[in-house]
């Protein structure tokens, strides 16, 4: 009998420019050490939080793909791309194809999409070893991802202007990020990651709940923010944390009954196996 091969993908964090990036702003992110697998046979396994902002829908997306697109051993990873984002576009109606372009390629992505037809994005290698940073799951939000975009758009056709501006705001946090990633001796993660939180608030994708543990992190010395599309109701999904003494943060999160993530940023892309 034949063997079934495997395609494995890995999930994501962005680091920053969710939302904005459905504008045609820029986004940095990242491929993280969980992945989901499937096989010719059909069967899934995966570490990714279903639904909370860190890509299990477009490995999945991406996995299934990579089995279709496979032919010997080549894979063409553009192809598993463009077959992928068509895939999250029935799921989620209008995505940026940042998920699903992490996916494929792994590592580190600076990321744009100008039109429908023309997405950029160029591997970046950090040289800052992003250190101190972890994510923790705030639980699965009540709205999908395609809801939270459309929540925002509108925000935007009510008042363009500010979202507008909101959206530039978070253009200079990434292009920041990116500066901070691309430096030897970045010490600005903590301050960014502030910032690009609190213009997630104004746009208004952070619940209640979220806002008040986020602060409760930033009380004893540590940063948080949103990664992904947010929740409003009950719960924004993953948080990307940043805090010098991760025991402390640990223990937090086991007292708040949250799960904790110490994951590995600028993974492997999509093989098959
Ligand atoms: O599916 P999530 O929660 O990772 O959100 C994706 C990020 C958004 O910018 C909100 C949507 C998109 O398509 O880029």
Redesign the pocket.
């Known amino acids: 009998m034949q063997k079934p091969i495997t395609a494995s993908a890995p999930g994501k964090i ?1 680091l920053s420019g ?2 904005s ?2 504008y045609g702003y820029p986004a940095l992110i990242s491929a993280i050490n969980l992945r989901l697998s499937i096989d010719s046979k059909g069967g899934i396994l995966s570490r990714i939080p279903i639904g909370c ?1 860190m ?1 299990s ?1 477009a490995a999945l997306a991406v996995a299934s793909s990579a089995l279709k697109v496979i032919k010997g051993s080549g894979l063409n990873l553009e192809k598993v791309n463009s077959l992928a984002y068509e895939l999250e576009k029935k799921q ?1 109606g209008n ?2 194809g ?2 699903n372009t992490v996916s494929t390629y792994g590592g580190f992505l600076w990321y744009r999409k100008e039109s429908e037809s023309l997405k950029l994005f160029k591997s970046i290698r950090p040289k800052n070893r992003l250190d101190n940073l972890y994510v923790i799951n705030t639980g699965r939000p009540l709205e999908s ?1 395609a809801e ?2 459309a929540f925002v758009n509108s925000g935007y056709k009510k008042n363009k202007a500010k979202i507008e501006s909101v959206f530039k705001s978070i253009e200079q946090v990434a292009r920041a990020f990116l500066n901070e990633a691309l430096s030897k001796n970045g010490s600005s993660a903590p301050d960014l990651i502030k910032e690009n939180e609190s213009l997630l608030e104004s746009l208004g994708v952070v619940s209640e709940s979220t806002i008040g543990l986020i602060r409760r992190i930033e009380k004893f010395g540590g940063s948080a923010k949103v990664c ?2 947010g929740g409003i109701k009950g719960n924004s ?1 993953v948080i990307l944390v940043f805090h010098k003494d991760k025991e402390k943060l640990f223990k937090f999160a086991k007292t708040s009954n949250l799960e904790v993530f110490a994951v590995k940023f600028g993974t492997k892309g999509v093989y098959v196996k």
């Open positions: 962005i969710e939302h990036v459905v902002g890509g829908s989620h995505p940026s940042v998920d991802t939270m975009v992904g599309a999904g």
